[in-house]
């Protein structure tokens, strides 16, 4: 009868103890990617994560509060009174989406605009951007390299620097185009819509074409050899192979995008001329106070529902936003 020296491992563990062993012996180590997720899904980092996000919530639930609250409550006391100040109205909602005054908000034309600027503002740039962002990452041209770092450094250009050139372009050439365009093609919209989609496209261009880079250049190399090998071109690459695989980052950066042009107020201002038939949302909202902020019950309600929309966008894509956001964070 054989008897297994005491040094050496028995029964399950051994298993376990010689995988560790060969692992320290071959120089193995965690992979980055394991490490940060251990990480991240640590304890601490989940309650710092509720307690951040519930910190985040607080404004917007005060928003909440307030809207329901009559106007003489809200000029009088804070939202956290509620228990102590009771009282509820739907008076202000009523103001802002029904009421047929013609002082009243009437939001409906304002919020069309808001969607029909953010659409195209972020469709138009993620077009680009996408064939763009493979033209980096996959085909080889003099000057790439520095090409590739310029549209990177015109992100920490400040936006204001080129209000004033862009809206003399705007003003000489593409409104008259845009009555042009109308007259030739009925179903473009005679509204001056498109200064807002080119300026916004312009300013939304550098970061897309970074994060879609990242992502796209992640690829494997042998799937788009694979393909050239089979004679495909770079056209039938980008949209059957790349295109595919790219939604989680583009998905992410359609919510940045959407979110940013919907709650802009200040390219809005300058290239929308102030018309009623162009101005979004958010020039709307800026004019509810009136002019000594007495109306600040319709500012909260408009308020309020002026984010139903980016939120039913943030919730639709979320599942892609950390999947985009994260790509390339973790590579080499």
Do not use: C
Not at 252 to 276: K, P, R, Y
Request: proline fraction near 6%; charged fraction near 10%; charge should be neutral.
């Amino acid at each position: 009868m054989s008897i297994a020296p005491p040094d050496l491992p028995v029964g399950k563990n051994r298993g376990a103890i010689d995988a560790t062993t060969d692992a320290e012996a071959s120089g193995y180590t965690e992979p980055k990617t394991m490490r940060v997720k251990k990480r991240l899904t640590s304890r601490t980092a989940t309650i710092a994560s509720l307690v951040i996000a519930l910190l985040w919530t607080i404004p917007t639930f005060g928003l909440f509060i307030s809207s329901f609250r009559p106007a003489e409550l809200i000029r009088t006391t804070g939202w956290w009174t509620i228990f102590s100040n009771p009282g509820f109205t739907l008076e202000n909602y009523q103001d802002v989406l029904l009421s047929t005054s013609s002082s009243s908000p009437q939001l409906g034309s304002y919020i069309v605009n808001s969607i029909a600027i953010a659409l195209l503002a972020t469709i138009i740039p993620l077009v680009f951007a996408s064939m763009a962002a493979y033209a980096f990452a996959w085909m080889r041209f003099r000057g790439v390299g520095v090409l590739f770092v310029i549209i990177f450094a015109l992100q920490i250009i400040p936006l204001q620097m080129a209000l004033v050139p862009l809206l003399q372009i705007f003003s000489t050439v593409l409104r008259p185009m845009q009555a042009w365009l109308h007259d030739v093609i009925p179903i473009i919209p005679e509204q001056n819509y498109l200064p807002l989609w080119v300026a916004h496209t312009i300013f939304g261009l550098p970061l897309a074409i970074f994060l879609l880079h990242n992502f796209i250049s992640e690829i494997p190399a042998d799937v788009i050899e694979a393909a050239r090998v089979d004679g495909a071109t770079h056209s039938q690459i980008f949209f059957r192979i790349v295109l595919p695989l790219s939604v989680p980052a583009i998905a992410s950066f359609a919510i940045f995008q959407f979110i940013w042009v919907w709650n802009d107020l200040l390219v809005a201002l300058i290239f929308s001329g102030g018309t009623q038939d162009v101005a979004p949302l958010t020039q709307r909202l800026a004019e509810l106070t009136g002019t000594r902020g007495q109306d600040w019950q319709l500012l909260t309600a408009a308020a309020f529902i002026s984010i139903v929309i980016p939120l039913i966008v943030f919730f639709s894509l979320q599942r892609y936003f950390v999947r985009g956001l994260l790509a390339g964070s973790t590579k080499g």
